[in-house]
């Protein structure tokens, strides 16, 4: 079955511990990006990756990271979380993004993450 | 930049009621249009999509018609059923650079459908 699986799918953490949130695609994708869902505010980028070793910042960047060191695989990692990165994150994937902009993105189901 | 409005919520419905769920765009150049839809629990999935003027997107008895002259791409359904309960985004995607892929989304609308 085509899928973006995102782990784990609850956390909670406290202030400054690291943490990973992996995400993986058997679609062979060549685009993958991570976005937070928070209420009132829809979903907003906050970093995309258009191949493997190609990664840049979207709209809310601040505090995270990203690597793209295979096709497949976009983790998500937060070095030292705070309380304002309590969200619902998605993972989300697409095959070449076509010039006319229609390109579908398949979702993860979510990893809602709380810092305390 | 671009930015995506959708009517405030959430919609509360009698089950076969019509429903409508405003959206309104502001972009650049001319952007396609989709629906997400959000069912508890679960990942966004696309309900249906419109790449140029006028276009009808429609999916699972939801259509929408991208209207330039409004920017605008309301979603309708004729007779919601129980079934439809979830939180619908309108979304936007603009081509050009490195927006390739990117969808900037409205704020949601969370939708009940009582019996």
């Known amino acids: 079955e085509a899928q973006v699986t995102q782990n784990p799918r609850y956390l909670i953490t406290v202030t400054g511990k690291k943490l990973t949130v992996t995400c993986s695609q058997n679609?062979?994708?060549?685009?993958m990006s991570w976005y937070r869902q928070d209420p009132g505010l829809g979903l907003r980028q906050i970093y995309y990756?258009?191949?493997?070793?190609?990664?840049d910042k979207g709209d809310v960047p601040e505090g995270y990271k990203v690597s793209r060191k295979e096709k497949r695989n976009f983790p998500l990692i937060l070095e030292s979380p705070s309380p304002n990165q309590t969200s619902l994150y998605f993972c989300?994937?697409?095959?070449?993004?076509?010039?006319?902009?229609?390109?579908?993105?398949?979702f993860g189901a979510g990893s809602r993450l709380t810092v305390l | 930049g671009d930015s995506v409005t959708q009517m405030e919520g959430p919609v509360t419905l009698s089950e076969e009621a019509f429903l409508t769920i405003n959206c309104t765009y502001t972009?650049?150049?001319?952007?396609?249009l989709f629906w997400y839809v959000q069912y508890p629990g679960e990942g966004l999935q696309l309900l249906l999509k419109?790449?140029?003027?006028?276009d009808k997107g429609s999916n699972k008895g939801f259509e929408a018609t991208y209207r330039k002259e409004t920017t605008s791409f309301h979603l309708e359904k004729g007779s919601v059923q129980v079934s439809d309960s979830a939180v619908y985004f309108c979304?936007?995607?603009?081509?050009?650079?490195?927006?390739?892929?990117?969808?900037?989304f409205g704020q949601g609308t969370i939708l009940t459908v009582h019996p």
């Open positions: 679609m062979n994708h060549e685009y």
């Open positions: 990756s258009m191949n493997v070793e190609v990664t």
């Open positions: 989300a994937s697409t095959d070449s993004p076509r010039p006319s902009g229609a390109n579908v993105l398949t």
């Open positions: 972009a650049t150049g001319y952007p396609s």
């Open positions: 979304a936007l995607s603009n081509a050009g650079g490195t927006s390739y892929g990117k969808l900037t």
């Open positions: 419109a790449t140029k003027a006028d």
